[in-house]
């Protein structure tokens, strides 16, 4: 698309633009049938990822997009597919998308990288709302949100994600398919929402004890734990897990049954 050459990308944004169809095609793909589903798209950019949705037929396309340079490429996105295709010119973090769209959604989305990672544990919030989401992240993003246990990768976004969903990743991409080209490689992930989580726990404690104990996650288990319950040696014990284990070696349902005990 020529709005590359007079759409400057602005680093504070993250805008980093896909402009090859090729690419944005093959992205799409990866979410599989569409034209059941209601999808948001994050950071529209020049709209190349957009035309590939609505190619896909999609039952509604909502693009949410905080620059207004882009405003005038998406009203002509929009009139082209009129009913077809909402443009909304607002900061994806300041919306809750219960209130804009009716389930069931599909997120197909190359994200700012720089609140990629917020908007995701925001969605993990109310997760059950969506089907599924197919997400360009950072590489290093990506690999931490599909990390196992005993994984230098495993943290809080694997555990709080996988808890909801079953998420794997599909292709890494170099720098090159992008205009700026960034300086790290890229991932798309699927993430598959699950019918009810893995294990049952309250999420707001499970949050807690995980972002606790990763927050130090080169210390033994039992004493990140003691800044949440003084008895954290008598829990451990009590679950059978050993004391002398490290955050990452520890399965989402170990996280899960020290956060029901606490």
């Known amino acids: 698309m020529n709005d590359n050459n007079i759409i400057n990308p602005k680093k504070e944004l993250s805008q980093c633009f896909i402009s090859s169809t090729k690419i944005t095609d093959q992205i799409v793909s990866y979410a599989g049938n569409i034209s059941d589903f209601s999808i ?3 950071g529209p950019g020049l709209g190349t990822m957009t035309y590939s949705i609505l190619k896909k037929n999609p039952k509604k396309l909502i693009a949410i997009e905080k620059d207004s340079r882009l405003l005038s490429i998406h ?13 909304i010119l607002s900061d994806a973090l300041d919306i809750n998308l219960q209130n804009i769209v009716e389930p069931p959604v599909k997120i197909i989305a190359n994200l700012p990288y720089n609140i ?12 059950n709302f969506f089907h599924s989401f197919t997400l360009m992240f950072q590489k290093e993003v990506a690999d931490r949100i599909v990390a196992q246990p005993n994984n230098k990768n495993y943290g809080t976004l694997s555990i709080l994600t996988q808890l909801f969903a079953d998420v794997h990743k599909i292709q890494d991409f170099g720098p090159e398919i992008f205009s700026p080209q960034p300086k790290v490689f890229s991932s798309v992930i699927n993430i598959l929402v699950l019918p009810q989580p893995k294990f049952n726990v309250n999420y707001q404690k499970l949050r807690q004890v995980v972002q606790i104990t990763f ?7 039992r ?27 520890l399965s989402i349902k170990q996280f899960c049954d020290i956060a029901n005990y606490i």
């Open 40 to 42: 948001i798209e994050i």
């Open 75 to 87: 009203n002509k996105i929009v009139k082209e597919f009129q009913g077809k295709y909402e443009f």
């Open 116 to 127: 990629a990672t917020l908007l995701l544990i925001k969605w993990i919030n109310y997760i």
């Open 215 to 221: 927050n130090q996650r080169r210390k033994m288990i």
């Open 223 to 249: 004493s990140t734990l003691k800044k949440i319950n003084s008895n954290a040696d008598e829990i451990l014990q009590s679950l059978n897990i050993p004391n002398n284990l490290r955050p990452e070696n």
